[in-house]
């Protein structure tokens, strides 16, 4: 889900409804204080394995591990939120987060306008290290990121990635499964340690991201090259944009459909019940009659970037180098009058090609 004005909500809120039962109020809590407390205890007693760098989502016990220094290279580990905005606008940090966790902004690490120019991508190099080296991140720092919005989380974790942390994690299932857990929050603003030097330059993993121009010129000469859709159905279709700031609706020509989402600010089919986001087994079910293999050079793209980041991160974590996000999305393509486009299931004979000038209007999301 990427939050904008006019569209969504800066920071998703967490809601915890209590049980309904008998007894007084304090009885109630004591109770809920040793359920915890019992929780704890029996998540704490089971030895929690070791997990490759390139390991990207990780269990709330394995976190919890690191920050009691149990797992070896982890003892200084850093966490934090992500959120869209600044820290006092975003209520899931404020109420109750990661013992230690500071807060970050998904704007630090892209352009937050929307304008031609940023599209919102990536912000430059310079800037991105800015905002890193203002919390105390570098190369080599230990990072494990976890949000309310898992596209969001996601696209943070990208960018550090091609930023060139070497370590970054997020927590599966974010503040909900660490609860869920037994384990502890707290709600005090943390801020990290400003550091100096971020000990390479920036972007350390250019080829992570793909551009506009790169994706237009790979899709024309590259077979191996797919270019894969993270969208829901009705935006692969042509029936709307997904956004009510996206006033026309289709897809690059060329473009295949990787499926993950029932609506724009989702990706219901990349997560499972509990919040989690599934392994690449439940990708690969997920893509089981998809037009391409793990095999082509799989470059993900959805609206803004956002949602595309899932994939990526657990192709990633699996091995995989082969792999991009087309940064700019459908929003950048539409800036061009002469891009060709497809409206309509590319393997249909009604699938219309134009090109972005001949798009009718009027598909915003309502």
């Not at 019992?38 to 990207?56: F, G, L, R, S």
């Not at 800037?127 to 919390?135: F, S």
């Not at 082969?322 to 929003?331: P, R």
């Amino acid at each position: 889900m990427k939050s904008r004005v006019l569209t969504a909500l800066f920071c998703a809120v967490a809601v915890t409804t209590a049980a309904m039962g008998c007894g007084s109020t304090s009885q109630k809590e004591e109770k809920s204080e040793v359920a915890t407390a019992d929780k704890a205890a029996k998540t704490d007693d089971v030895k929690v394995e070791a997990v490759e760098q390139k390991t990207v989502y990780v269990t709330p016990q394995w976190l919890n591990s690191a920050m009691n220094g149990e797992q070896e290279g982890y003892e200084d580990v850093l966490v934090a939120e992500v959120g869209y905005g600044d820290v006092s606008d975003c209520a899931s940090y404020n109420e109750g987060h990661v013992p230690g966790a500071i807060y970050v902004d998904n704007c630090e690490v892209e352009d937050s306008t929307g304008s031609k120019e940023g599209a919102y991508n990536l912000l430059k190099p310079e800037e991105v290290e800015k905002y890193m080296l203002a919390h105390g991140i570098t190369k080599d720092t230990k990072v494990v990121l976890y949000g309310a919005d898992v596209s969001g989380t996601a696209r943070q974790a990208f960018a550090y990635l091609w930023a060139g942390v070497e370590d970054v994690k997020v927590l599966n299932g974010g503040i909900e499964a660490w609860k869920s857990a037994g384990y502890d929050v707290e709600k005090k603003e943390n801020e990290g340690t400003k550091a100096k030097a971020f000990g390479a330059e920036v972007p350390v993993h250019p080829e992570y991201r793909t551009s506009i121009k790169e994706a237009k010129d790979r899709l024309e000469n590259d077979d191996n090259f797919k270019l894969v859709s993270i969208r829901s159905e009705d935006e692969w279709l042509g029936k709307t944009s997904g956004y009510n700031y996206i006033d026309k609706a289709g897809e690059p020509e060329g473009a295949v459909w990787g499926k993950g989402c029932n609506t724009a600010f989702d990706v219901a089919m990349f997560v499972n019940d509990d919040g989690t986001v599934k392994d690449l087994e439940g990708f690969k079910e997920v893509w089981e009659d998809c037009d391409f293999t793990l095999e082509n050079h799989l470059a993900f793209y959805c609206g803004t970037g956002w949602r595309a980041s899932v994939p990526f991160l657990v192709l990633y974590e699996n091995g995989y180098t082969d792999i991009s996000v087309y940064d700019g999305g459908w929003y950048e393509w539409l800036m061009h009058d002469d891009y060709p486009v497809q409206v309509g299931d590319p393997a249909s004979e009604d699938c219309k090609h134009v090109t972005v000038a001949d798009l009718v209007t009027g598909k915003a999301a309502k």
